[in-house]
Each structure stands twice: as C-alpha cells, then as structure tokens.
C-alpha cells in the first residue's frame, strides 16, 4: 500500500466508520483525522460522536454545521431546477454529498492531510458521489475506500474485528434497515423492502405519521415565495433551513413525503429505496404552483427538460462540473419572475396548492372566463386554427389526389 502520512475519514460514528478509524491505521500506518458533517441528520447522531471517534483510535475530530449552507447554496438552487429523479426520489442523500466532500476536503487542507476515505460500499452511488467531488475539489489527495479493499464482509465481522482492539461499539450484530438523514429527508433501504412484493411496515418509517394515523382534519399553510425561493411560512420570515424545519414540523403530522420507489442506481443495479421528505414536499408542491402561473407553455416546456437533466446529474454526483453552473444559470433565469404566495392543503399524506397568486402571474382571468368578456374576439381562433394545422390540411389534400 502506497505510503499515506494522515488521512482524513468522513466520519458518523456507526460501526463501517468505526472500524475503519482502527484499519486504517493498521493497513496504511496513518494518523486518522474524523471529519463529521452536521447536515441536521439529529442531534442524537452527533451526541459523544467526538469521543466515539477518539475511542477509535483518530487523532481529533472535526464537526462541522452545515446545515443553512446546505440548504441555501444545495437544497435551494436544486428546487430551482425543479429536480424530481425517476418521478418520485426528491434527491435527499444525493444533494447532501457535494456539500459533504467539499467541507471534507477543507478540513484535509486544514489539517494538512495527503487522503481522503469514506465508508460508502462498492455497491452503491455514494462511492461515486464523494469521489467524483474529489476528484474536481482535490486531484491531488488519494482516497481510500476500504469497503473496496479490506475482508470485513458482515456486520458481526466487523464487530469483531473492534471487539478484538477493545473498541468500544454500541452497533449490535443485527441491523434491519440502512438510513441516511438529513435536514431534508431520511432515508431507508433493507430489510423487508429488499422484496418489492413487500408493503413496507411502520417500522420502516421514522420522520412521518401514516396516513391513517394523521389528523382527521386537514391543515392549510401559506407559504411565501421569492425569485424561486421559499422565505417564509405562515405569514412569518425565516432562514432557508428555518424554512425547512417548519414545514417538516407541519407536514410529518400529516403524513406528507412518503415515497416507495425502485430506482436505477448508477451502477446498474436496481434498488428499493423508501424516502420520507415532509417539508421539501410542501416546497416543490408550492414552487410548482407558482410555476403553473409565471411560465408559457415553451418555459414550462424547456423547464422540464432541465429538471430531467439536473434530477440526473445530482444523482450521479456531478455537482461540481460546468453543466451544473449551466442549467443552474438556466434555472436561475426562470426564477426571478418566480415570487408570489402559495396556501397548501395538508391532509391523509396530500398536499395540495388550494390558492396561489404572483404579481409575475401570465394568468388572465379577463382572459379565461366563460362568462362574456371584451378582450378576447373568438373569431380571430379560426386563422389560428388554420394556420397551426396548415401541415395536415396539405397531407391529407395530397392524400385525397393520389387516391
């Protein structure tokens, strides 16, 4: 193994990075710095998280708050984009890499360390997500992925493999679902959604009411939009994460943000993922409306296209490339016509605009009604017709004569 001098792990206190803190120092003779990133997984995640890293064997441990940024500078200009990935996923685990690998990397300039490693699996998207941001942040640092390298092969040989060091774990041997949270969204994998036939259990479900076990009444809630960002929640302003809190806050209660979905991963396979995303639900619900108001029918046309393009490239973790600045460039220009404010009906795992209004509206109901108006002269639709459909006029006339 090549010589590595200190490295810099990206650390959550489960049991992967737990055994990785010792393994690399076994197998690569390295100082390991733990970098923890506070992306509002929970404050019970980051509880002793320090000293569990000490505990480890890493030499210090940096943990770092990140949550309006990722909010702000992620979250925001991806909602922009309008990002759905395979109609469903809202791209929680996929929008928090970038900003992940990024803080990583500052702290290994920090430290002065010559790596990077992250406890991602060869099998999923994570790997390719942080390594393809290293790769743009930080060429010059190796990184070191020991789910690719070391023997460990189940949760009970890495209990093992800490039990032998007397490292202390509180991971037990058997672990139904995989997680992953953040201010955004939790995520879950595993167990019996492995099998699609499977409906998932409550168990699975840890952010969100059922439906059936939401309030028997619905919930309305205003939420005020700003050049396609959302500032403020019933009539009160708050920070793009403050924003978030408290549409989670509301829509969990009602069950909203549930998705089932088997996704294409992209290395290959397929995979059953269960997401729960309350509050970033209600914001593209609302972000949605404002855009049936503001854009033509070729905007909302080519929005889309861009909503496909940039749901793709969050998902395979090419944040930081020039497409990226492209479409958000893109996105950017829909947005400053996109300020207006949106009411929300919450009920039974729903929502659903109720009311919307912007001073940028293209809607006209002077032009719309069907009662009788003075702006819109009916027979001026015959040349239109005529014309828009002049093409099929022509092939079906050249049909008549060659029959």
């Given at each position: 193994?090549?010589?590595?001098?200190?490295?810099?792990?990206?650390?959550?206190?489960?049991?992967?990075?737990?055994?990785?803190?010792?393994?690399?120092?076994?197998?690569?003779?390295?100082?390991?710095?733990?970098?923890?990133a506070d992306v509002g997984q929970g404050e019970e995640e980051l509880v002793g998280v320090e000293e569990k890293a000490i505990a480890s064997g890493a030499s210090e441990c940096h943990i770092v708050d990140l949550k309006e940024e990722m909010v702000s500078d992620y979250i925001y200009p991806t909602l922009k984009t309008g990002a759905i990935y395979e109609g469903t996923y809202l791209l929680g685990t996929s929008m928090a890499r970038p900003i992940i690998a990024k803080a990583q990397v500052e702290i290994a300039r920090k430290v002065g360390a010559d790596a990077l490693s992250h406890g991602c699996t060869g099998k999923?998207?994570?790997?390719?997500?942080?390594?393809?941001?290293?790769?743009?942040?930080?060429?010059?640092?190796?990184?070191?992925?020991?789910?690719?390298?070391?023997?460990?092969?189940?949760?009970?040989?890495l209990l093992d493999y800490l039990a032998e060091r007397n490292i202390p774990c509180a991971a037990s041997a058997t672990k139904i679902y995989s997680r992953d949270a953040n201010a955004w969204h939790i995520s879950h994998e595993g167990g019996e959604l492995e099998d699609p036939w499977n409906e998932p259990s409550d168990q699975?479900?840890?952010?969100?009411?059922?439906?059936?076990?939401?309030?028997?009444?619905?919930?309305?809630?205003?939420?005020?939009?700003?050049?396609?960002?959302?500032?403020?929640?019933?009539?009160?302003?708050?920070?793009?994460?403050?924003?978030?809190?408290?549409?989670?806050?509301?829509?969990?209660?009602?069950?909203?943000?549930?998705?089932d979905i088997v996704e294409n991963r992209l290395v290959g396979m397929k995979s059953r993922g269960c997401y729960e995303t309350p509050g970033g639900t209600v914001m593209m619900a609302a972000l949605q409306a404002i855009d049936e108001l503001i854009l033509d029918k070729s905007c909302r046309k080519w929005k889309t296209a861009l909503s496909e393009e940039f749901a793709q490239l969050v998902y395979d973790g090419r944040w930081?490339?020039?497409l990226k600045d492209s479409i958000?460039?893109?996105?950017?220009?829909?947005?400053?016509?996109?300020?207006?404010?949106?009411?929300?009906?919450?009920?039974?795992?729903?929502?659903?605009?109720?009311?919307?209004?912007s001073i940028n509206s293209l809607y006209s109901?002077?032009?719309?009604?069907?009662?009788?108006?003075?702006?819109?002269?009916?027979?001026?639709?015959?040349?239109?017709?005529?014309?828009?459909?002049?093409?099929?006029?022509?092939?079906?006339?050249?049909k008549q004569k060659q029959s």
């Open positions: 193994m090549s010589k590595i001098k200190k490295v810099v792990l990206a650390y959550s206190g489960g049991l992967d990075t737990s055994a990785i803190v010792p393994w690399l120092k076994e197998n690569y003779g390295c100082e390991v710095v733990a970098f923890v999923g998207n994570d790997q390719v997500r942080f390594e393809s941001c290293f790769s743009a942040l930080a060429p010059d640092l190796k990184v070191i992925a020991p789910w690719r390298e070391w023997s460990l092969s189940s949760r009970e040989s699975v479900w840890t952010m969100t009411n059922s439906p059936e076990a939401a309030p028997d009444q619905p919930e309305y809630v205003s939420v005020l939009i700003e050049k396609g960002e959302i500032t403020g929640v019933n009539g009160e302003r708050y920070s793009p994460y403050q924003c978030l809190v408290k549409l989670n806050e509301i829509a969990a209660q009602h069950g909203v943000g549930r998705v930081f490339t020039p958000l460039a893109a996105a950017e220009s829909f947005a400053q016509q996109a300020t207006g404010e949106v009411v929300l009906k919450l009920y039974k795992g729903h929502v659903h605009a109720v009311q919307k209004q109901e002077d032009f719309a009604t069907f009662g009788e108006d003075d702006v819109y002269d009916q027979s001026h639709a015959e040349g239109f017709i005529r014309l828009f459909s002049l093409s099929s006029r022509i092939a079906a006339l050249n």
